[in-house]
């Protein structure tokens, strides 16, 4: 087909990087006296010139066309559909490096195409600082060959460049003549942009005031050097649109230039199709992050790990240096990074999706919730310049605190500060907002005000709140409203929870009423049928279910038929009679004899063949010999704990110098990621003669790392490698429960450890002993600070907040 040939000015910007940003440079300034076409957001392909050229009639005054170049031959492509007279080639980079060829001189020849096919006695505008620019193919144009520049002498030459608070100013220096110019961007690569849309509208004729005036209005296109204040005097920086390392430096010399002062913080995702320039591109930006004077470097992907590598290599501290292979484990550690006077520049590659952090990072401090008492109920309020922001076209949004939803009127007030939003502590049915810290998610006009997190709790704890401090002692990363309840304080009919919230400023707890949560982390036993609905009303945001101890024997049937969790367990079959008993012992020695479900060592026997008679031992240390059939009977009869399941259990004999018997807890909880992790091992030592190892029968409590030593004979690296692979069993034993309809988050896993340091399990506690412990000896309490706060980090993963 032949394209679309025209007189008025058909403008086609390419190159490796500015391309939008120059696009819209020009566009700002042209469309202020002319009706132009034109490419819009990111539509830069083949097919969408087609649609603008389709869109052409006579009243149209000039056309302005992005062109991506990131595939061979895209121009003939591009080109095809219409001819440009006024062609842009902003730079040769490493954009589209490993499409193109591998090379800049591929890369060159590539763009070069739209020489080839513009008219070719137009204008031509290249970038004389850019080296790579001198590969283009220039041989055979006839037209006349424009250059803009900084450090060499150009048609258009920028000098005099200086940062100020809202933007870049710097004089224009054209045939000897100098006329200054101010954009409301950051960056010297947005000069070079800038200067490129001020020679080619200077060509067109039109005047300085004119051009002064169009760069003004200039909008900053999305995801290229956004700016979005944030809380506590800091700024983030959005620059997702794409990249590769020409763009990622000027990113970061935007960071180092406005950031003085402040802590600079660079979080960037993999540079994708660089080719076989990938590693050399991230080497290349680590390195220059450092010369920058960047604080802290935070990675996303898999490349980007080279440029963690690089920085370090090149003296970067390296505890200010990490690198992420999982999104929310990125954005745990930024929430824990950022505090106050922080700049942070966020890019990556479009496909690397860095704009969901961007998204994050507004939720949590861009905006501000400030309660009024004189705000009417179901009214927000907000400045213009904050409704703007939030995008939406109503005069009303739809308000959630938790399961409470409310349609709310915006009233408008430009008195409000930028990202304010005020509305009334009051709500229905008694329910108030407290004053706590939290998050907002406004999206689809729809206004989320959270996390709202509720604990299920035993009496005791309402009766005495301060005993669930130690819960909240990592608040900071929940951040929102964590209340503690009880099935008694349920309000049906309202739908609400009376209870006790947490106040981080005072830390303390504080009564009030509060909606249905939008988690929340059970601590007592909960009737089916209110799981059940809560379950409606929430969806599956419910964890521990059900609450209670495990049967031992259905732990023990589940896991046997796991081929990866069998070995692992001790020999069991579940007691009937005496028969059943002696039938254990002619291939054992000695045994346990379990009730299946109670806990706390109670109901426990052992039991152990010596000579021609049997020892029983029962939990308080009590001994009787029977020796005989009939006498042993009567013995269990007497001990065991009626209309009670119980089981036989093999005994494995665990290692310790002294004698003592030895158990092992190790502590697997789901945190922010939602994925199960190793949260502490503790070795119980029970009292000298104890069959149990239980608090009143313990002698004393070891961390786990130091008893695999001392008892073991293992090294340090040798017990930290055998806590892994129980962690990983253990895991497989969760995974292998939640099949079964059980929404867990917080356990502990309870097994013995032979001499030949084979690992039995014995069951999985999910009302093990967590906020008691608070109040035993030393050494049981050290593991207290992992495990108390996690698992409301994974009641807040369960959440819109996660």
């Not at 009639?57 to 062109?67: G, I, K, R, Y």
Request: net charge positive.
């Amino acid at each position: 087909m032949k394209p679309l040939v025209l007189d008025i000015p058909t403008i086609a910007i390419t190159g490796s990087t500015g391309k939008t940003t120059t696009r819209e440079f020009i566009v700002s300034i042209v469309e202020s006296k002319w009706k132009i076409l034109k490419s819009i957001g990111n539509k830069n392909l083949p097919y969408n010139t087609r649609n603008i050229a389709n869109r052409y009639d006579s009243s149209c005054e000039a056309m302005v066309l992005e062109m991506g170049m990131g595939k061979p031959d895209a121009a003939k492509r591009h080109c095809r559909y219409l001819q440009p007279n006024i062609s842009v080639i902003t730079n040769i980079g490493t954009a589209h490096y490993g499409s193109l060829g591998n090379s800049y001189e591929s890369t060159a020849k590539n763009k070069s195409g739209l020489i080839k096919r513009m008219k070719q006695d137009g204008q031509l505008f290249l970038n004389g600082d850019d080296r790579n620019s001198e590969l283009l193919d220039t041989h055979s144009f006839k037209g006349s060959i424009i250059k803009i520049g900084i450090h060499t002498k150009a048609d258009y030459q920028a000098t005099d460049i200086h940062y100020t608070e809202d933007g870049m100013e710097f004089t224009v220096l054209f045939k000897g003549k100098e006329k200054p110019y101010f954009i409301p961007t950051f960056g010297i690569h947005n000069v070079y942009n800038a200067l490129f849309a001020i020679a080619i509208c200077h060509e067109l004729h039109f005047t300085a005031a004119e051009i002064r005036k169009g760069l003004k209005n200039f909008t900053i296109p999305i995801k290229r050097l956004n700016r979005f204040p944030l809380r506590n005097n800091s700024l983030l920086i959005d620059d997702t649109a794409n990249a590769n390392p020409h763009s990622v430096k000027a990113g970061i010399d935007v960071l180092n230039s406005i950031g003085k002062g402040k802590k600079k913080i660079l979080v960037l995702g993999d540079m994708l199709e660089l080719g076989n320039y990938s590693k050399e591109g991230h080497i290349e930006v680590g390195e220059y992050a450092v010369k920058r004077n960047i604080n802290y470097i935070y990675t996303f992907g898999q490349d980007s790990k080279w440029v963690i590598d690089a920085a370090i290599k090149s003296g970067f501290p390296p505890l200010n240096a990490q690198h992420f292979i999982s999104r929310d484990e990125l954005h745990n550690q930024l929430k824990q990074l950022l505090t106050k006077n922080d700049m942070v520049l966020v890019k990556g590659s479009s496909a690397m999706k860095m704009d969901d952090t961007v998204k994050m990072m507004k939720h949590r401090y861009m905006f501000t919730i400030n309660l009024d008492d004189s705000i009417r109920k179901n009214q927000l309020m907000l400045s213009r310049e904050t409704y703007d922001l939030i995008g939406i076209k109503s005069n009303r949004i739809s308000f959630h605190f938790g399961a409470y939803t409310r349609v709310y009127k915006i009233k408008l007030n430009d008195q409000l500060a930028h990202g304010e939003i005020r509305l009334s502590p009051e709500l229905e049915n008694g329910i108030t907002i407290p004053s706590v810290p939290y998050e907002v998610i406004i999206e689809d006009a729809q206004l989320f005000l959270g996390p709202i997190i509720g604990i299920n709790v035993y009496q005791r704890y309402m009766d005495d709140p301060p005993q669930q401090l130690l819960r909240l002692s990592q608040y900071e990363k929940i951040g929102g409203l964590i209340f503690l309840f009880n099935p008694t304080t349920i309000d049906y009919q309202h739908q609400t929870m009376s209870g006790f919230y947490f106040d981080q400023e005072s830390n303390s707890f504080k009564s009030g009423v509060f909606p249905y949560p939008s988690s929340f982390f059970n601590r007592v036993p909960l009737r089916e049928s209110r799981y059940q609905y809560f379950k409606r009303k929430l969806g599956d945001t419910i964890f521990n279910y059900p609450y209670g101890n495990t049967n031992k024997l259905d732990f023990w049937n589940i896991m046997s038929r796991n081929s990866n969790i069998k070995d692992a367990l001790p020999l069991t079959s579940k007691y009937k009679n005496i028969n059943s008993v002696l039938r254990f012992l002619q291939t054992n020695d000695s045994a346990y004899i379990k009730p299946s479900t109670l806990a706390g060592g109670n109901g426990i026997l052992h039991i152990k063949k010596v000579d021609n008679h049997f020892v029983v031992t029962d939990r308080d240390g009590g001994k009787e010999k029977a020796a005989s059939r009939k006498a042993l009977n009567n013995c269990l009869n007497e001990k065991l704990v009626e209309n009670k399941e119980y089981i036989i259990q093999q005994e494995i004999v665990s290692v310790n110098p002294a004698g003592e018997k030895v158990d092992f807890r190790m502590y697997i909880q789901k945190d922010g990621t939602q994925k199960w992790k190793y949260s502490g091992l503790e070795t119980k030592v029970a009292n000298k003669g104890s069959i149990i190892s239980n608090s009143q029968n313990r002698n004393r409590v070891v961390p786990g790392l130091v008893a695999l030593q001392e008892f073991y004979g293992l090294s340090q690296l040798e017990a930290e490698e055998k806590i892994m692979d129980i962690s990983n069993l253990c895991i497989t034993v969760l995974k292998t429960l939640e099949k079964q309809s059980m929404h867990l988050g917080d356990t502990a896993i309870d097994f013995v450890i032979d001499e030949n340091l084979h690992v039995y399990l014995l069951e999985v506690q999910v009302n093990y002993a967590a906020e008691i412990k608070a109040f035993r000896e030393e050494d049981e309490r050290s593991v207290l600070p992992n495990i108390l706060p996690t698992p409301l980090e994974y009641a807040k993963s369960l959440t819109k907040f996660k």
